[in-house]
């Protein structure tokens, strides 16, 4: 007994040596920069980058074969970081992108032609005449697009939608494969007028199946001063290199289907050194601008709605866009004034 005890022990101990030798011997050295690099990556693994996992694509940027920028998930910061290892430069960084769901049919507004109790999984819905919705390019509501985020960016709605946190979001494009429906797209942050709907249906039918699709009625597309709106096969789109954010056809959609995501809108101000040349009066689309000839002009805060065509027209540029509250201020002290 006791020898095969010792027996086992040297076996142990020979191979334990044979291990570590060969350890060091065929051992990879790897690059300090790397273990860095992956040290401020955020390890979600989503593959936004084009690599295997975060410690690939540092082994990638290490070597030279990778963008310092290629992380979106890290946004600016990482990029910094990283730059400072690489010891260059950090690139100026393109426009963060946000998920936006096309799709306001929930549960309340769209109707439903059967019940489903099958797999809870778009992809699998969609195969059983095309899902349950009677709308058949709206959101089936299974979560397929919210379990596939990896940075816990989006939860469902008690009406059966999916929802982006923008403050979690990384732009990441993870949850646009899994929707079946093509509803997800990543649109820069600062674009916050959204046709929120991708029905190809004649407006007639539309109506039938969902309280909340586009109609195609051209309101939208007649208002908007910039020609940023226009109807293709049967739905109103948006040219996001032409759309300024003014919200002219928010307002005017019969449905509620356009919606603007700036919670509070900034109103024009037109500072004292403005001539009078009345080119903000006649292009303003609300009336919210008076004044007379070679007079400075005032704007009513509460008539304006933020749409800064005025301030974009201004030839002398003497018009900035302020909070509603200051505005409302400098407006009451300059009547004051002139009392």
Known sequence: MLDAIITMSAMGALASLGLGIAARKFAVEIDPKVAEIDSFLPHANCGACGY???MGFAMA????KAPVSGCPPGGASTTKKISAIMGVTAPEMPERMLARIYCLGGHQEAIEKFE???IQDCNAAVLISGGSKSCVYGCLGLASCVKACPFDAMYMSKNGLPVVIDDKCTGCGLCIPPCPKNLLELVPENKDVHIFCRSLDKGADTKKVCNVGCIACNKCDKVCPYDAITIDSFLARIDYNKCTGCGLCVPVCPTNIISDLIPVREVAYVHEEC??????KKVCPVDAITGESKQLHFVDPVKCIGCTIC??????RVIEM??????INAQTERVIRAA
């Open 116 to 118: 489903y109790h099958g």
């Open 275 to 280: 001539i009078g040349c009345l080119i903000c």
């Open 61 to 64: 940027v290490a070597e030279g």
């Open 322 to 327: 302020r909070s509603s509250q200051a505005k």
């Open 311 to 316: 301030a974009d027209k201004c030839p002398p």
């Open 52 to 54: 295997a996992g975060c």
